[in-house]
């Protein structure tokens, strides 16, 4: 519950933070309320440090700070007070009530309370709606963790759905407009279509998000969780939970049409449907868009040999199509982190590429139903298409489909073939060979888009950059990002690895001011000392982080913490975290080549050589161990010194995390261990390594966990210490129920990520099975029964 109250402070700072980022250049102007500008202002000055004076020196800020003055004294909201800007402003933005697209997704959101998707239920915004949902079921009030993330869903939709109606209808309006001046000089027609686009889309948001908790910003991480559907995962279980088997099964079909490489939510999918509450044909995807109905009603009709059907299916269906990539793409036009203070042109440019890059996306990312992709998702249409025209003697039709087909597909044998069977009718005439304006269009598009990021990559670099700007390993990076480029400048970074952009490059000025502070003038970025250098305190300090003052600060700066952390709300569940950093590669090795080279087959567990799973060799080597090998001079003390350095890292770690004194928490036994895939034996994809078990206690059967013999009940926390990751398999698995069916995390081991957890019954937990390799860790119990202190240890004082 404490770490509860940690999220909502990081909330806080994420928000805050948010907020300021928005005070640059154009977005400041959304802002209305003048007081919120001079907020604004002050925020951006200790973060960016930016002097006050770049609130006023915002020109059209400036300009709004005046008009505010001049109404001010009649009324606090003096832009609300302009009734030519209210009646602008309903005729701009998107009207509630006449939602040109419905979003589908809003309409099969199970929350559909009222008919009406644009005013869902909504006395929270959207983050406070997801705390609430992931509080529930954390307290698991399954009822009220179900309503409030169909409301958080509900909420984000309306967000997105606000959003990217201003960003058109804007868009359109302000090219409709004669300019002020009829002759283009110096593209000043496009700075005027961007000041009224602008101005437009102020106005829109203002009204759209009236009366709203939720404003036209959210915290760039909520947004994130929002669109890899985090709530959805939660959902499901909550619906699990409170009984409601078909909905629970369309939330996690909802994940896997986004995602189909999840496994988890296959594996639960399919539990989901051996159950016989459940109907596959009544699975729903409810994040579907509009087109994927009307197209697969298009293609029935077209195979059932009903053409007139199938022509107004797919024409709608392509219709539908290109209006969502109009959305995707306008859904691009976000704000963006500049994360220093480039000039106007390169600024401007900058959030360009960023926004073109991820417009360029939509294509591909729409050319798919319910997960399932099709490269030729769009020409497709134009080949049933025009089989249909023909079909219904409308030779023009079919011939202007045929030669957009091939415009897509220029080398399409049997649509040249079908081109030369059109000619040879006599009705046939050549003008009819037209391909259509929308695909001509979309395609010249296309192709310049795709030039100008190809001129990106390959002009924008900078081989001058010094070698010691770039930090020499993986060691300071988070999980699963790529570290800043070889070779590169801010610029060219932005301009680089995907979305990331320039965020890499003051994130990691902002690691290396951090890491040079702790350490003093040590330049390598490492994050960890020496493996022989006990005494330092630099794992402590950094544990601390979630406290601690400098992360508060870098989070400011860069907003992304120094290395990656997974509290309760990640993971599914109570009292556990998962934690980066916590060993450096080296170190890794050393011990998993000591673990390797003198593990003891079937250690800890009277010799049984495959106690966990028969299918692997399981090896293991307590601490004493390795301080006895130590005295007979088998290994170096180096290495127990290792171990034990290791072994206190995650002491500490746990102790951090559940706020325990370091004095009231013992070692109860330290075990380093390997798990080894046999060649031949261990490919049977479903086979766990370590079936699902609590630590402290057993289950005789199901339901009860009891807490006596054989069970090692007074552990009271767990850690494993994870030493490498060249394996296949192996991933450790929090689970809700003892079969192993509702996962609800998966962690996959490397060097250095830890995962901490209570030892009782609320964390089930698991091994999937080893399939390659061998996986090492080095497994901690801790207990706060001082008497059952880990004998083996005191072999370690000497
Ligand atoms: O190795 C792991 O990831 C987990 C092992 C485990 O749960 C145990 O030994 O109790
Ligand atoms: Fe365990």
Same mark, same amino acid.
């Given at each position: 519950e404490e770490h509860a109250v940690d999220d909502a402070q990081d909330a806080a700072v994420e928000e805050h933070v948010g907020s300021h980022q928005d005070a640059t250049a154009v977005d400041a102007l959304d802002d209305v309320d003048p007081a919120n500008d001079a907020d604004n202002a002050v925020?951006?000055?200790?973060?960016?440090?930016?002097?006050?004076?770049?609130?006023?020196d915002n020109p059209i800020g400036a300009q709004q700070a005046a008009d505010a003055q001049d109404q001010d004294a009649a009324d606090d909201n003096p832009q609300a007070a302009a009734a030519e800007d209210a009646q602008d402003a309903a005729d701009t933005s998107p009207a509630p009530d006449t939602a040109t697209t419905p979003s589908p997704a809003a309409l099969s959101t199970p929350a559909s309370v009222s008919s009406e998707p644009r005013e869902p239920a909504s006395n929270r915004s959207v983050a406070a709606w997801f705390r609430v949902g992931v509080e529930a079921y954390l307290s698991e009030d399954w009822k009220t963790c179900a309503t409030a993330l169909e409301n958080a869903i509900l909420e984000w939709q309306y967000f997105l759905r606000a959003n990217i109606d201003c960003r058109l209808k804007c868009g359109q309006e302000a090219r409709r407009q004669p300019p002020l001046f009829d002759k283009d000089i110096e593209h000043l027609q496009h700075a005027e279509e961007l000041l009224r686009t602008t101005l437009c889309i102020?106005?829109?948001?203002?009204?759209?998000?009236?009366? !709203? &908790? *939720? *404003?036209?910003? /959210?915290?760039?991480?909520?947004?994130?969780?929002?669109?890899?559907?985090?709530?959805?995962?939660?959902?499901?279980?909550?619906?699990?939970? @409170?009984?409601? %088997?078909?909905?629970?099964? @369309?939330?996690?079909?909802?994940?896997?049409?986004?995602?189909?490489?999840?496994? /988890?939510?296959?594996?639960?999918?399919?539990?989901?449907?051996?159950?016989?509450?459940?109907?596959?044909?009544?699975?729903?995807?409810?994040?579907?868009?509009?087109?994927?109905?009307?197209?697969?009603?298009? *293609?029935?009709?077209?195979?059932?040999?009903?053409?007139?059907?199938?022509?107004?299916?797919?024409?709608?269906?392509?219709?539908?199509?290109?209006?969502? &990539?109009?959305?995707? !793409?306008?859904?691009? #036009?976000?704000?963006?982190?500049?994360g220093w203070l480039p000039d106007f042109t390169p600024s401007i440019t900058n959030h360009y590429v960023y926004c073109l890059k991820c417009k360029t996306k939509c294509h591909s990312k729409l050319s798919q139903m319910n997960g399932e992709r099709y490269d030729d998702f769009l020409p497709l249409h134009y080949n049933y298409l025009q089989f249909s025209y023909f079909k219904l003697g409308r030779l023009k039709d079919a011939c202007e489909a045929a030669a957009t087909y091939l415009m897509f597909l220029p080398a399409d044998e049997m649509m040249l073939e079908n081109i030369a069977y059109y000619k040879a009718l006599p009705k046939f005439k050549t003008s009819m060979l037209q391909p259509r304006t929308e695909a001509v269009d979309y395609i010249h598009r296309q192709t310049y888009e795709d030039a100008l990021l190809k001129f990106v990559a390959d002009e924008f670099i900078f081989p001058d950059l010094e070698e010691k700007d770039i930090p020499p390993s993986n060691e300071i990076r988070e999980i699963g990002k790529k570290p800043p480029r070889k070779q590169t400048d801010p610029?060219?970074?932005?301009?680089?690895?995907?979305? /990331?952009?320039?965020?890499?490059?003051?994130?990691?000025?902002?690691?290396?001011?951090?890491?040079?502070?702790?350490?003093?003038?040590?330049?390598?970025?490492? /994050?960890?000392?020496?493996?022989?250098?006990?005494?330092?305190?630099?794992?402590?300090?950094?544990?601390?982080?979630?406290? @601690?003052? #400098?992360? #508060?600060?870098?989070?400011?700066?860069?907003?992304?913490?120094?290395?990656?952390?997974?509290?309760?709300?990640?993971?599914?569940g109570k009292k556990r975290f998962v934690v980066d950093g916590l060993a450096n590669e080296l170190e890794c090795k050393q011990l998993v080549q000591f673990a390797k080279v003198n593990g003891v087959r079937g250690d800890g567990y009277d010799g049984n050589k495959t106690p966990h799973s028969p299918l692997e060799i399981f090896e293991g080597i307590t601490l004493g161990q390795a301080a006895l090998m130590v005295n007979f001079g088998l290994i170096e003390l180096s290495t127990l010194k290792l171990?034990?350095?290791?072994?206190?890292?995650?002491?500490?770690?746990?102790?951090?995390? %559940?706020?325990?004194?370091?004095?009231?928490?013992? %070692?109860?036994?330290?075990?380093?261990?390997?798990?080894?895939?046999?060649?031949?034996? @261990?490919?049977?994809?479903?086979?766990?390594?370590?079936?699902?078990?609590?630590?402290?206690?057993?289950? +005789?059967?199901?339901?009860?966990?009891?807490?006596?013999? +054989?069970?090692?009940?007074?552990?009271?926390?767990?850690?494993?210490?994870?030493?490498?990751?060249?394996?296949?398999?192996? #991933?450790?698995?929090?689970?809700?129920? +003892?079969?192993?069916?509702?996962?609800?995390?998966?962690?996959?081991?490397n060097c250095g990520r830890l995962v901490g957890f209570s030892a009782g019954h609320e964390n089930l937990h698991g091994v999937q099975g080893v399939k390659r390799g061998t996986r090492c860790a080095l497994a901690l119990w801790f207990t706060q029964d001082s008497t059952r202190s880990e004998w083996g240890r005191i072999l370690t004082n000497r």
């Open positions: 925020d951006a000055n200790d973060v960016d440090s930016l002097g006050e004076e770049d609130a006023d102020m106005k829109c948001k203002r009204r759209a998000f009236h009366g !709203r &908790v *939720t *404003t036209d910003t /959210i915290a760039a991480s909520d947004q994130k969780a929002f669109r890899d559907l985090k709530a959805y995962e939660y959902l499901q279980l909550c619906y699990y939970q @409170s009984l409601q %088997f078909q909905k629970a099964a @369309s939330a996690v079909f909802t994940i896997i049409s986004h995602d189909p490489s999840n496994d /988890i939510m296959r594996q639960n999918l399919q539990y989901y449907l051996s159950m016989p509450e459940v109907d596959a044909n009544k699975l729903e995807n409810y994040e579907s868009e509009p087109y994927v109905p009307l197209y697969l009603a298009g *293609t029935d009709a077209y195979f059932s040999e009903n053409y007139e059907s199938a022509v107004s299916n797919l024409e709608e269906s392509l219709h539908e199509f290109l209006n969502a &990539v109009d959305r995707c !793409r306008a859904d691009c #036009e976000g704000p963006f982190d500049q610029l060219h970074s932005a301009f680089s690895e995907q979305n /990331i952009s320039l965020e890499n490059i003051s994130e990691y000025k902002a690691q290396q001011n951090l890491l040079q502070e702790v350490k003093g003038n040590n330049t390598k970025p490492n /994050i960890y000392p020496a493996a022989s250098d006990m005494t330092s305190n630099l794992d402590e300090y950094l544990l601390s982080q979630v406290k @601690s003052q #400098e992360l #508060e600060r870098l989070k400011k700066s860069s907003r992304r913490p120094l290395f990656n952390f997974q509290r309760e709300s990640d993971l599914g171990f034990l350095s290791l072994s206190e890292r995650g002491k500490n770690s746990i102790a951090t995390y %559940f706020n325990i004194s370091n004095s009231d928490l013992h %070692f109860s036994f330290t075990h380093l261990v390997c798990r080894s895939s046999v060649p031949g034996k @261990s490919v049977n994809g479903s086979a766990l390594s370590h079936k699902i078990h609590a630590d402290n206690c057993w289950f +005789p059967k199901e339901g009860r966990c009891v807490k006596t013999y +054989p069970a090692y009940y007074w552990r009271d926390y767990s850690a494993l210490l994870y030493l490498n990751d060249d394996f296949d398999g192996g #991933e450790f698995i929090f689970s809700a129920d +003892p079969l192993g069916k509702l996962i609800q995390s998966s962690i996959k081991p």
